[in-house]
């Protein structure tokens, strides 16, 4: 089990930018786990946003932010980014952090299934 922490969420106009952080409060290396981000609006399903290999060398996006969001890890300092840009009033959500153990380095997992460790969250507000 890792422990997650998000941070960097906030209120952001439409079309600006934010970068939200995963790190290990454990201490726990994430070079272990293939990581993924997920988010969830008010009503809705909590849904696949990005996520990454052990390696760093393989990402996957949804379609609703392919080509604005960048996700990346830096397994020396034991975190995982995403960049959001080009923000849109829909990206508006609680952002959860999620790691999975994976032995494959190249393994990528787009779905909650199987994600045991969460974070607590980072709210996104983007204003028009």
């Known amino acids: 089990q890792v422990q997650l922490v998000e941070s960097g969420g906030g209120l952001a106009q439409a079309g600006g930018s934010l970068r939200l952080s995963c790190a290990s409060a454990s201490g726990r290396a994430l070079s272990t786990y293939a990581m993924g981000w997920f988010r969830q609006a008010p009503g809705k399903d909590r849904e696949f946003v990005a996520a990454?290999?052990?390696?760093?060398?393989?990402?996957r996006y949804a379609d609703s932010v392919k080509g604005r969001f960048t996700i990346s890890r830096d397994n020396a300092k034991n975190t995982v980014d995403v960049q959001l840009n080009s923000l849109k009033r829909d990206d508006s959500a609680v952002y959860f952090c999620a790691a999975r153990s994976a032995i494959l380095s190249q393994s990528i997992f787009t779905t909650r299934t199987g994600y045991s460790n969460w974070g607590q969250g980072t709210q996104v507000t983007v204003s028009s």
């Open positions: 990454i290999s052990r390696s760093g060398e393989t990402t």
